[in-house]
């Protein structure tokens, strides 16, 4: 099963409001990376965060990574109909033999305009 | 190829039937990745490949799933005696990553399949 919490699962916010998903891990992670998937697609990457405290930004999009690298967060400013689709984080697991990515469930975006 | 390919794009299989899901990775990416995504969640890890070495399976449900990358490159995942349970969208990953590196995972369209 999961062992990355991510929520809200759905979001429906008027264009121009903000939007923020969180994402939890019961341990600590190595790296954390957030993916968008649209509608029918596949997952593609956004960002990676290695360092606790890191702060990075794309444009509208703000991610963070937690000081004990056991959560993130992705912000998006002033959101557009263009954001819409489902946001994931994956949780990097060092093993033996490399990492393993771990998915939360997602959140949903939808945007009205 | 320019990205991740995967084949057949849709799959309709009777329980029971065996099934086999081809993956052809970007050329020269080390790490391969094979993900279930069951409608509305996260893509859920099956297994992992560093070349032709599958170095973590602990993501395959059952004995029946079995993956396979013997040249390193094209990799192929394979459900025997389906069943409904199976019904999810199958993602093949590549990243040009070596051990205990952490870069970008490109994914492929993924394989729908139902088991009907």
């Known amino acids: 099963g999961q062992q990355v919490m991510q929520i809200p699962q759905y979001q429906h916010v008027q264009e121009g409001e903000d939007f923020t998903t969180y994402c939890n891990s019961s341990t600590t992670l190595s790296n954390i990376q957030w993916y968008k998937q649209r509608p029918g697609g596949h997952p593609v990457f956004l960002i990676q965060?290695?360092?606790?405290?890191e702060v990075k930004k794309q444009k509208r999009l703000t991610f963070q990574f937690g000081e004990a690298k056991k959560n993130s967060s992705l912000h998006i400013t002033a959101t557009q109909t263009t954001d819409v689709g489902t946001y994931f984080c994956?949780?990097?697991?060092?093993?033996?033999?490399?990492?393993?990515?771990?998915f939360g469930a997602g959140t949903i975006l939808r945007v009205k305009s | 190829g320019a990205g991740v390919s995967q084949s057949p794009r849709y799959k309709v299989a009777k329980r029971g039937q065996d099934v086999a899901l081809r993956c052809d990775p970007i050329?020269?990416?080390?790490?391969l990745f094979w993900y279930q995504q069951a409608l509305g969640q996260g893509p859920e890890f099956l297994t992992y490949f560093q070349n032709e070495a599958q170095l973590d399976k602990s993501g395959l449900p059952s004995d029946r799933f079995f993956a396979e990358r013997p040249e390193g490159s094209v990799s192929t995942l394979k459900i025997q005696r389906t069943q409904q349970e199976d019904s999810a969208v199958y993602l093949c990953?590549?990243?040009?990553?070596?051990?205990?590196?952490?870069?970008?995972?490109?994914f492929g369209q993924g394989t729908r399949l139902t088991v009907v």
């Open positions: 994956a949780g990097g697991r060092t093993g033996i033999y490399g990492n393993k990515l771990v």
């Open positions: 990953a590549s990243s040009l990553g070596r051990v205990y590196r952490n870069t970008e995972a490109f």
């Open positions: 050329s020269g990416h080390v790490s």
């Open positions: 965060l290695v360092k606790s405290g």
